[in-house]
């Protein structure tokens, strides 16, 4: 099991957090330090769709309104930040939160 997020991020870390007291092994992955990787972006784009972004983000205002028109996937990539935290993978499946 891994958890993508950021090691400074509240809800990553309570996330975490909840995982061990349920009796898990969480890897935490912080997508700033270990970008992801193009296959497993594609993947959390077509299981979340937009839904991948976090828009409430301080990253997200302080994009322009072009880039905030990319593709999610190429959000992701320039801005890793952006994805909406946590996202939990286990055997090849995704899911966003406990």
């Known amino acids: 099991m891994r958890v993508l997020g950021l090691k400074n991020c509240d809800r990553t870390r309570a996330a975490m957090k909840a995982l061990k007291e ?6 935490l992955v912080d997508v700033r330090a270990v970008p992801l990787a193009a296959e497993e972006r594609a993947a959390i784009v077509a299981t979340f769709g937009d ?3 976090n828009r409430s983000s301080t990253t997200w205002r302080g994009l322009s309104e072009d880039e905030k028109a990319r593709p999610v996937a190429g959000l992701l990539e320039g801005h890793p930040a952006l994805l909406k935290r946590p996202v939990i993978e286990e055997g090849g499946s995704y899911r966003q939160g406990l």
């Open 22 to 27: 349920q009796g898990h092994e969480p890897v």
């Open 51 to 53: 839904k991948a972004i």
